[in-house]
């Protein structure tokens, strides 16, 4: 396989992870998919900004996570995120601690 093909079809899934989790998939948390997972939206959002910086495209986190989710963040928190129970947030802390912080 061609590195082109390659990309197209890496982009391809990538599209369908999106849609899947933003348009199908609204009512699963993204506290959840950190602490199951160690990835949420915001992962996806802040790897896109990521993957433009590196690029020369200047994008922060905001846009990216407009671009992302389709919506300002607030208004999609507003939208479909729950508020979390006081364990939920415990565990999340330790996942975003090992998935996130630990990768700078």
Do not use: S, W
């Given at each position: 396989m061609d590195d082109k093909t390659r990309t197209e079809?890496?982009?391809?899934?990538?599209?369908?992870?999106?849609?899947?989790?933003?348009?199908?998939?609204?009512?699963?948390?993204?506290?959840d998919m950190m602490n199951l997972a160690g990835?949420?939206?915001n992962c996806l959002s802040r790897w896109y900004q990521e993957a433009a910086n590196a690029r020369g495209i200047e994008m922060g986190k905001e846009e990216a996570r407009e671009i992302f989710y389709?919506?300002?963040?607030?208004e999609w928190k507003a939208k479909h995120q729950t508020e979390a129970s006081a364990d939920k947030q415990s565990q999340f802390e330790t996942a975003f601690r090992e998935n996130v912080e630990g990768k700078d």
């Open positions: 079809l890496e982009a391809a899934a990538f599209r369908t992870l999106r849609e899947h989790l933003m348009e199908k998939r609204t009512d699963v948390q993204n506290i990835f949420c939206r389709g919506m300002p963040y607030d």
